[in-house]
Nanobody
Framework: QVQLVESGGGVVQAGGSLRLSCTAS?????KAWFRQAPGKERELVAA????????YYTDSVRGRFTVFRNNAERTVDLQMNSLKPEDTAVYYC?????????????????WGQGTQVTVSS
């Protein structure tokens, strides 16, 4: 069983930046960040393959968010710039045992507890 622990959430004004970090207790391959806002379904924000050479971003964050990983340290980070109030949500780190990039939530076996990101207008 792999444990995922997120950090880096908080409150920021619109236009500001935050960096989320997720550390895994064991080896996991494909990784991603999801988010869930109140009253809305969970959505995939960004995903990255084991090698780090393949990434995916949902349209609403492309160009503002960057996902990157450090396999030696078992971390995956999400750099969020130009934040908007609509980015407010609980952000979850997820990891799976496949090497390739995946955007299917069913392929992620491990989930973190979530970290709150609040963007004020």
């Amino acid at each position: 069983q792999v444990q995922l622990v997120e950090s880096g959430g908080g409150v920021v004004q619109a236009g500001g930046s935050l960096r989320l970090s997720c550390t895994a207790s064991g080896r996991a391959y494909a990784k991603a960040w999801f988010r869930q806002a109140p009253g809305k379904e969970r959505e995939l924000v960004a995903a990255i393959s084991w090698s780090g050479t393949s990434t995916y971003y949902t349209d609403s964050v492309r160009g503002r968010f960057t996902v990157f990983r450090n396999n030696a340290e078992r971390t995956v980070d999400l750099q969020m710039n130009s934040l908007k109030p609509e980015d407010t949500a609980v952000y979850y780190c997820a990891a799976g045992q496949i090497l390739a990039l995946t955007t299917d939530p069913r392929m992620f076996d491990y989930w973190g507890q979530g970290t709150q990101v609040t963007v004020s207008s």
